[in-house]
């Protein structure tokens, strides 16, 4: 797998209705955390700030956000409708990106790490 050098380079290798999502949720990310701190880890987006907000990334028929385990535990029954995983939820392209959600999982992931001491989760 190759890695981008940064954000908006990975979005170009995408079409643009993928690059829309993917917009869309980076934006909701930082409307939420706007000293979030943007970068490539694991080869895809990740937003970072005092420990892991969040990685996405594009497949062919969905977004993949990863949030960690905990917030996929605390908001289960708002993600029900979505195939997931331990630490991860796939958003289909063919649908509207949640962003209420994506804004209410981000406030969470930054509300954990205020209460713990800053590491990189």
Same mark, same amino acid.
């Given at each position: 797998m190759r890695t981008p050098k940064d954000?908006? $380079?990975? *979005?170009t290798w995408f079409p643009q209705t993928t690059q829309d999502a993917m917009s869309q949720v980076k934006d909701v990310i930082l409307k939420v955390v706007p000293q979030a701190e943007e970068s490539i880890s +694991?080869?895809? /987006?990740?937003?970072?700030?005092? #420990? %892991? %907000? =969040?990685?996405?990334? =594009?497949? $062919?028929?969905?977004?993949? *956000? +990863? /949030? #960690?385990? %905990? =917030?996929? $535990?605390v908001f289960a029954a708002d993600i029900a409708g979505y195939k997931s995983a331990k630490g991860s939820v796939q958003f289909p392209l063919n649908k509207a990106m949640p962003l209420d959600l994506i804004a209410r999982i981000a406030e969470f992931r930054l509300n954990e790490n205020l209460k713990e001491p800053t590491k990189t989760k």
């Open positions: 954000v908006e $380079e990975y *979005f +694991y080869s895809i /987006p990740t937003y970072k700030y005092k #420990g %892991l %907000l =969040a990685h996405f990334a =594009a497949y $062919e028929n969905h977004v993949g *956000f +990863y /949030p #960690g385990s %905990l =917030a996929v $535990e």
